[in-house]
Structure formats: C-alpha cells, structure tokens
C-alpha cells in the first residue's frame, strides 16, 4: 500500500469513500467545482497495489493554545475506509504517514472527535477535553435578572472585528481553544438572520464589546427551542447579559441548549439542576506530535525543580523514552533525553492530557496505564489548566 496526497482528479474517489464510510448521500453533480476542490489539499489517502483509493483522512492545519502560546496543531477528520479494505491496516498507514508529516512540520499537538475512544487510542490520542450542557432545558430555569450591560445585533455587513476581539481574549484564557481562521469564523457568522433564523448578539461594557453569542432558533412543529452555538465573554456580568437575553426569549421559544466550559459553575445560572438536562459532554481526543515542543511551552513555576518523564509513544519514535525536565522562573528550561530512570511513565495520550491541563500529574494516580513512583516531583509542571474548545472540525 501507498499513502500520499491526492490530486485535484481524486476528489470525487474521495467523496466517495467518506460517503460509504458514514452512509451519506451526496450528489456531487450538483456541487460547483469551487465547493468540490475546497479543502482537497488537506486529503491523505491509502491506495492498494493496484493503485485504488481505499481509505482517507483530512490533516487540517491549526493553531492551539498551551499557556498563552498558539502551538502548530493537526485536526484530524473525515476519516473513512471502504467496508471490503477494513482490518488491512490501511488507517494506521494514514495515522502513521501524517503524523510524521505534522512532526516534521513543526507540529506540537493534534486532535480529533471520534467515533470510538477506543479506537483512536491505538493511534495515542486521548480524551482532553469536556463541556457542561444544557440541553433541551427549560427557557424559565435560567436564573432571572436584568442584563447590566447594552445588548446589541451584529446585522450582515456589519464589522465583525469586535466580536473576533472578544474572542481571541477568551481564547486566551482557556488551553486547546483555536486561533480562528476566517474560514472557521465564516461557520459562525455568515448566515442572514431572517432567512436562516441565526442571530449574532453583542454584549456592551464601558471599554467596548466584552461578550457575544451566536443563537440558531430554526421554527419546528411543537416545543420551539434554540441553541447558542457560539459564545465568549470577557467576564460573569456579560455571560448573564447573554442569558438574561436568552431568557426574555421565553414566551417564543420554550427551551434552550448550550456548552459552558467546566470552570463556570453551571448552578451559578440555573435555578433546579433536575430540569437542566445536565450533560457532560467529551469533547475530542488530543494527541502529543512533539513532546519537547508541547511541554517547552508550559508556563512552568517560579520555583525551580526537575524531574524525568517516560513517554511511550508506538507511532513517533521521536517521543518514545525518557526525558528529563528542568524550569523555573515561569519557564521550562529544558526537555532533553536522558537515562536517569523515570519518575513517572505514562502513554502519549496520557501526556496530552498533561499538557493542556485537563489531568494533573496527581491525576495520573488513578490511570492504571501510569507508573509514578516520584509523581511528587513532577506535580509542579503538571498541574490542571482551565480546557475549553468551541470550535468542531
């Protein structure tokens, strides 16, 4: 088998295979040959001996946050085998072909939302991220109270520059979140209101746009309900504003669904957690490409200190072994190999969920595929981070 890129000619073969995989019905006759060809360079494909497509994956560039830096990221999507070549090893070829083409170019971390946890763990991804859900919860279960701050609608042609700064400042705040694209922006806000019944709302503080939030509320037969799709806020008083708007919406829509991120207390916002629809939703795997580069980015403690990491990692040699761990003074010093014997030893996958914060070091102690006996002198580099990602792909 062969894995490569494909060509502009292997499009639809492509289409093909990820419409067999996920059971779609496409009928690419009628797309425009701009809507074909978007993204196709992002396609990695598996061919067999006889040079049939077989199997794809989409490796989308992105950029997420660790500790205030913007790390090189790979999105994994779109993966899909035809039913006859399954079982032949033709995704872990993929895997195995881009993951060296995202370490080789400068990638720390890539990422994923799976079908099967169990199943991308054999390529060392894990869970690294989930969110609090309301969902199908009752408009009136929002706690009341009068918005403090100007609401205001973003109508189309309008500048939505304010709303990006919103959110690059919350990004900030929140390890995993994207440096947005102006082709992931567009999935949020290039719709008409009254055509698509999707509406883009500001929130107004005395320095300029402190919150906004993205609102579906297509009419259906019976319950009318709406979702916030999108939100970011710059403090507590503009996440109530929102909410407070939402929950004026109560006498033309019944219920409501959105994400929070699982450092806001949901019980803050709502009156009976019984009719919340209280979910806790995963969201994603992530997976370390470049162990120096991911944990080089760490904001490390004042004080110094030192320990020595084991990483196993099947798929990149580049990050299977030991390496040992200096920082202090708000930085790591160095990640360099060593044969000092380990303090602790741990997957790959396991070492994602470290760097971006979502276990700490003293997690690990419950993971029966950790060892760490000297877990006490890693603890201070590892400790949890606040996790958050809006964006899907």
């Known amino acids: ?97 881009v993951l060296r083409e995202l370490y080789e170019g400068g990638a720390a971390l890539s990422y994923l939302y799976p079908f099967s946890f169990a199943y991308y763990r054999q390529f060392g991804y894990e869970l690294c991220c989930t969110n609090t859900q309301f969902v199908d919860m009752p408009i009136d279960n929002l706690l009341p109270g009068k918005s403090a701050r100007r609401i205001t609608q973003l109508m189309p042609g309008e500048s939505d520059a304010p709303l990006r700064e919103v959110y690059a400042r919350f990004a900030g705040r929140y390890n995993l979140m994207l440096r947005r694209t102006d082709v992931q922006w567009q999935r949020f806000l290039q719709f008409d209101p009254v055509k698509d019944n999707r509406y883009v709302y500001c929130v107004h503080g005395t320095g300029g746009l402190c919150g906004y939030a993205v609102i579906s509320a297509p009419p259906a037969q019976g319950e009318q309900k709406l979702q916030i799709i999108d939100c970011a806020f710059d403090d507590v008083h503009a996440l109530r504003s929102v909410l407070s708007l939402v929950r004026s919406l109560g006498a033309q829509v019944d219920k409501m669904s959105m994400r929070i991120p699982e450092d806001v207390p949901y019980d803050a916002l709502i009156a009976d957690p019984h009719r919340a629809g209280l979910q806790c939703r995963a969201q994603g795997m992530g997976r370390v490409v470049n162990a120096a580069l991911a944990i080089s980015a760490l904001a490390a403690p004042q004080a110094p200190g030192e320990g020595v990491l084991a990483v196993r990692d099947a798929q990149l040699p580049q990050n299977d072994g030991a390496f040992l761990l200096t920082w202090g003074g708000g930085k790591v010093h160095r990640v360099e190999r060593t044969n000092r014997t380990p303090d602790a030893s741990l997957p790959v996958g396991r070492l994602a969920q470290l760097v971006c914060g979502f276990r700490s070091m003293q997690d690990m102690r419950y993971f029966p595929d950790v060892d760490a006996p000297g877990l006490q002198k890693l603890a201070p580099l590892f400790p949890r981070r606040p996790v958050n990602l809006s964006d899907f792909f």
């Open 1 to 97: 088998m062969m894995v490569r890129p494909i060509t502009k000619e292997e499009v639809p073969r492509a289409k093909y295979i990820g419409a067999v995989a996920f059971r779609g019905s496409q009928d690419l006759a009628t797309w425009t040959q701009e809507r074909l060809l978007w993204g196709y360079e992002t396609y990695r494909a598996c061919f067999d001996e006889d040079g049939a497509m077989t199997a794809v994956m989409r490796s989308i560039p992105h950029e997420m946050n660790i500790d205030g830096t913007f790390l090189k990221s790979g999105g994994i999507a779109s993966v899909a085998s035809l039913p006859e070549s399954r079982g032949q090893g033709n995704i872990r070829a993929i895997f195995q072909y």
